[in-house]
């Protein structure tokens, strides 16, 4: 747990919760501790909850992050309590599991959602088959939904190059993703930043909020 955070929901303090397991290897993993959905919890949820009970009238909302959170069955459970603690929620996603996603929407006042790349190129990211289609099926779900959200993607230079970097922005805004933040990949070996100003002001003009990351 991360008790307190001003970054990862957006205008609002909040806690972030990981939670463990994730169907997906990416290489450039930045919590791979949380991978593994059978180890034993750092934090059991009554606790967590206890502290968030602790808090109450000082936060805003609860970050569910992970791993990926959609894997846990007490997600809309877990939502739920924190609701009626009179705390907002907001979901970080990969969208890999779109039914589970479009039946938490209703419970979420806001999801970050993960775009890795296009679609084609997600299988040697993710190291599963087929993984682009989930992903991009879950972004369908949410825009279709329209709770309020941002879709981010960390771009890794050594897996696509810039031109694809800039279909992957076209193809989201055509799909009419309105807020779009581009992070730096700072695992170890990835290649230097590669993007010039033009390309930027290129990809900020398909987006009424576009917002550059970098460490």
């Not at 939670?19 to 959905?37: F, I, K, M, S, T």
Request: glycine fraction near 10%; proline fraction near 7%.
């Amino acid at each position: 747990m991360t008790p307190l955070t001003t970054i990862d929901f957006p205008g609002r303090l909040a806690a972030v919760l990981y939670c463990q397991g994730c169907p997906w290897r990416c290489g450039y993993c930045h919590n791979p501790e949380l991978l593994d959905a059978i180890q034993p919890p750092s934090l059991p949820w009554a606790q967590a909850l206890a502290f968030l009970e602790s808090r109450r009238g000082l936060l805003d909302g609860v970050v569910f992050s992970g791993g990926e959170p959609t894997l846990q069955a007490g997600l809309g459970a877990a939502l739920n309590a924190v609701h009626s603690l009179g705390l907002q929620t907001a979901l970080h996603t990969g969208g890999m599991y779109p039914e589970r996603l479009a039946a938490l929407l209703p419970q979420l006042d806001w999801v970050g959602l993960d775009i890795k790349a296009l679609p084609q190129r997600y299988s040697a990211i993710t190291a599963t088959p087929g993984s682009g289609a989930r992903a991009w099926d879950g972004l369908e779900v949410l825009l279709a939904y329209g709770t309020d959200h941002e879709c981010r993607t960390t771009w890794h230079a050594g897996l696509f190059g810039v031109d694809e970097l800039l279909d992957l922005a076209q193809a989201l805004a055509a799909r009419g993703v309105r807020r779009w933040a581009l992070q730096e990949c700072r695992a170890p070996g990835a290649p230097a930043w590669a993007l010039t100003t033009a390309h930027q002001q290129q990809m900020a003009a398909w987006f009424p909020s576009f917002t550059l990351r970098r460490a």
